[in-house]
């Protein structure tokens, strides 16, 4: 994930340097798709393949600061290319292609930018975005309840725009597996993933992270061998010692033009025919230095794993939401909205960003009904409180709240409850036995820095309530009084469910999620429903 060694064939790729777009690496497959040899390309201006409006445009947008969208990809602007001169003769077709260029910059130090090229195809209803089924299904998501219905919405609304053959849309859980919310599959040829969970390693730890900046990406056939990016600095090995040491050229650097280069002091020079560039040593080209490209070569163990499901082409957009932790603002991956193809397929910019714009709207739909449903719970309990709290002053406290029309045990749906008031304690139903409520008071003040807040595993805040999982495995705490040791406590019993995965989810020799070696990743081969029974 945090190296850039290759590209997709189906686009081009360079990195550029500088205030004139100076090429410091480029995608080999130019050569293909342009006429331009690497070699005759690295270390000149961007301005040497492409026409000069272009590049001025290029130039003013590279310094623009709306290159992102407010859907969150980079926006593209329309370029025309060049014939280099050894053509024998222009090609037609060749002079009325258009790309798409997309660039995007890394710190404004290092000064570098990642530019790729999509070719334009031809204008065509296909290519085009159907704004109706956008416009509806946006529509939709302020309208649905539940988050079952907001998902399938979504899916719904991205198997229409792309036409792939299935949509999933998929939560992350706390332990980072996820679990299929949704899916959208009008042939029914295919077998259904419909509330299949998946281990956190199918997605690992990096790939979650890369979603957080880089919120779209789109394979178009995983069965591609990807162009390399060249020059590779470990195409290039050092022969002798000190100084004066000499970079020979590896073989496996593919290029019309020789390439060598000598070492003196800190700088090292590399020469392409007439063409000599200069960069420090280390890393200023460094990979690490951008954010994944929307054209990124496919990992193989990602490729392996497609094929085992069957899929040739995938979009993948992320879902993520704004979330506050510590009295500061951050984002978090919900989840991921996953289109599959059995086919090759590419879609264009402007579906892309069609997605992205329904993803954008499937999270503020989630959040304001996360907030609703929050809402409406924090004011059936406030409600609660207030009645209770009149009684006590009236009357005895205890007796109050066992006052049949208090209703406290159907407020909320659980198996029991208890009331706290100082020494005092009351039970009904299903609870924890008296003595080990009793004992919960010192960390329930400690804890309950708000007046409701809940757990769905008590044990791992409150590790005594291990004992009595089977009574109390979640709780639900209303605050009284703090000062008066005050409480009401909605338990919820010890559940057993079963859980189905998408293949056994239990390896026997697990990747390390911390292995920075990707070659030791392994591709899911199995993808049939393995249920089990989970307790908590």
Known sequence: MESLESVQDYAILLILDG????????????????????GDLIGKSASTFLDEASFTRLKNHACSKDRVSSTGCVEPIRVRVVQPSSCEAPSPEFATAQWDAFIQSSDAEKGLFLLELEAVGEDSVCSRVDTSIVCQ????????????????????????????????VYRFEADGHGVVLAEWLPDESWDSYMGLHFPSY????????????????????ANTEPSPIVPDARDFQPTGNGAAATLQRVPSLSS?????????????????????????????????????????????????????????????????????????????LWGLIVAHHRTPRAIPFDKR????????????????????????GEQRVQHMQARLIKNAVEENFMEAL??????????????????????????????????????????????????????????????????FSKEGSGVLVATISRSRNSYILWFRPELITTVSWAG?????????????????????????????????
């Open 353 to 376: 960003a069609a997605c992205l714009a329904i993803s954008n709207g499937f999270t503020i739909a989630l959040d304001a009904a996360r907030q609703k449903e929050e809402r409406l």
């Open 137 to 168: 299904t946006l529509a939709n998501l302020h309208v649905k309840r539940t988050e079952k219905d907001l998902c399938a919405e979504v899916a719904r609304g991205v198997g229409q725009i792309t036409g792939y053959d299935r949509v999933l």
């Open 19 to 38: 205030a004139d777009l100076d090429i410091k690496r480029v995608s080999s497959n130019i050569q293909d798709k342009l006429g331009w040899s690497p």
């Open 202 to 221: 199918d997605i690992p730890a990096a790939a979650r992270k890369m979603f957080l900046t880089r919120r779209l990406r789109m394979i178009i056939n």
């Open 402 to 467: 066992q006052e049949r029309d208090s209703n406290v045990a159907k407020l909320i749906k659980c198996g029991g409850v208890a009331i706290i008031s100082g020494d005092d304690a009351c039970l009904v139903g299903t609870t924890p036995a008296e003595d080990d409520v009793m004992a919960m008071r010192p960390f329930l003040k400690k804890a309950s820095i708000d007046v409701v807040w809940h757990t769905e595993s008590l044990s791992n805040m409150y590790p005594p309530a291990k004992k």
């Open 256 to 332: 019309t033009s020789d390439v060598s280069s000598t070492a003196s002091g800190s700088r090292t020079s590399y020469s392409s025919s007439s063409v000599t560039m200069s960069q420090p040593t280390g890393a200023k080209g460094s990979t690490t230095d951008f954010v994944g490209p929307t054209f990124g070569a496919v990992s193989p163990c990602h490729a392996a794993y497609m094929r085992n499901m069957g899929t040739a082409a995938s979009v993948v957009v992320a879902v993520v939401n704004a979330v506050k932790e510590g009295g500061q603002t951050g984002e978090k």
């Open 504 to 536: 056994a989810r239990i390896d026997t020799n697990p990747p390390n999620p911390s292995d920075r070696d990707y070659s030791q990743l392994r591709p899911r081969s199995s993808f049939a429903r393995w249920s089990e029974s989970v307790v908590g």
